[in-house]
């Protein structure tokens, strides 16, 4: 099992620029979810999923936007970057919420 | 707001001693979920304690939860410089079981 997998591992955008963060796992967990980390603020909670189709605000959903269209994968939308979205992005699986599962994350700059 | 907050910040300890990191938090939970973070890597699950259980052992970790309180302790014992990493507590707030919320973390430094 590759368990989860994030793309890119780095990445740098220009103020305004729209990217997709992938997330995939091949654990056939139900539950999914986007953090952001940066120094001093521990992990936030961006969007979450419950399952294909189903997706509800974290903590700090502005600015980003998200789709479950299968099991497997749970992508992260920039619509339209901005310095204060730079941080460090974690994608996060699990069968309930009891164990989660982190990816490797993805470092995100915008200039 | 985040549900918890470690304490202390930052920890500096020796091989072999035992390091001590508290959580507090706001709500009422269901379970509190200790995560351990290695730099520039994501966190990995270390132990689960639910909202009946007082005290919880793993290995090298014991876990205590006072709920009447909101806080929760995790122990490490004869610690070792591989321990070195960030720890984070996460809860699930009981009115909401669908998300998980982390704390600030404690960056735990062993020297050999």
């Known amino acids: 099992n590759a368990g989860v997998t994030q793309t890119p591992k780095f990445q740098v955008l220009k103020t305004g620029q729209s990217m997709t963060l992938q997330c995939a796992q091949d654990m056939n967990h139900e539950y999914m979810s986007w953090y952001r980390q940066d120094p001093g603020m521990g992990l936030r909670l961006i969007h979450y999923?419950?399952?294909?189709?189903?997706?509800d605000q974290g903590e700090v959903p502005n600015g980003y936007n998200v789709s479950r269209s299968t099991t497997e994968d749970f992508p992260l939308r920039l619509l339209s970057a901005a310095p204060s979205q730079t941080s460090v992005y974690f994608c996060?699986?699990?069968?309930?919420?009891?164990?989660?599962?982190f990816g490797p994350g993805t470092r995100l700059t915008v200039l | 707001s985040q549900q918890g907050e470690e304490d202390p910040q930052a920890l500096s300890i020796q091989e072999g001693e035992n390091a001590t990191m508290n959580c507090s938090y706001k709500?009422?939970?269901?379970?509190l979920q200790w995560y351990r973070q290695n730099s520039g890597r994501g966190l990995v699950h270390l132990i689960l304690?639910?909202?009946?259980?007082r005290e919880k052992h793993s290995g090298r970790l014991r876990v205590t939860l006072d709920t009447s309180k909101k806080s929760s302790s995790l122990l490490i014992t004869a610690s070792r410089a591989a321990d070195t990493a960030s720890y984070f507590c996460a809860t699930d707030a009981s009115y909401n079981t669908d998300k998980l919320i982390f704390g600030t973390g404690t960056r735990l430094q062993v020297f050999p």
């Open positions: 709500t009422s939970i269901n379970n």
């Open positions: 999923s419950v399952g294909a189709g189903i997706t």
């Open positions: 304690i639910r909202s009946n259980e």
């Open positions: 996060a699986s699990s069968a309930s919420l009891n164990e989660q599962f």
